[in-house]
Nanobody, 126 residues
Framework: QVQLGESGGGLVHAGGSLRLSCAAS????????MAWFRQAPGKEREFVAA???????????LYLDSVKGRFTISRDDVKNTVYLQMNNLKPEDTAVYSC????????????????WGQGTQVTVSS
């Protein structure tokens, strides 16, 4: 069982930066693939970034094309925390961002993730 809690959202102007954090409980955190998804009003939940845990392809990262070069996902397995550093934010990045944990093989599919946080709002003004 894993419990997740996000923080770090807020309101920022276009071009600004935010760092989201997701603290996880559970002794097997290091084995989980951790990811960030987002959901804008009226849209489906969308994959943003993921980082694999230890084991096969440990540390592998994957990003949504539109955030490559702007967002960076990282994890601290001592603190049981995953981060999403978001730079050069754009109005279209506005959404509720949620972190998720998975033991599955595919990292960019919503249904692969068993554990979800409540989400944190990110609003980017133009």
């Amino acid at each position: 069982q894993v419990q997740l809690g996000e923080s770090g959202g807020g309101l920022v102007h276009a071009g600004g930066s935010l760092r989201l954090s997701c603290a996880a409980s559970g002794r097997t955190f290091t084995t989980y693939t951790m990811a960030w998804f987002r959901q804008a009003p009226g849209k489906e939940r969308e994959f943003v970034a993921a980082v694999r845990g230890i084991g096969w392809r440990g540390g592998f990262t994957l990003y949504l094309d539109s955030v490559k070069g702007r967002f960076t996902i990282s994890r601290d397995d001592v603190k049981n925390t995953v981060y999403l550093q978001m730079n050069n934010l754009k109005p279209e990045d506005t959404a509720v961002y949620s972190c998720a944990a998975s033991t599955g093989e595919v990292v960019d599919v919503v249904n692969e993730y068993s554990y979800w946080g409540q989400g944190t709002q990110v609003t980017v003004s133009s």
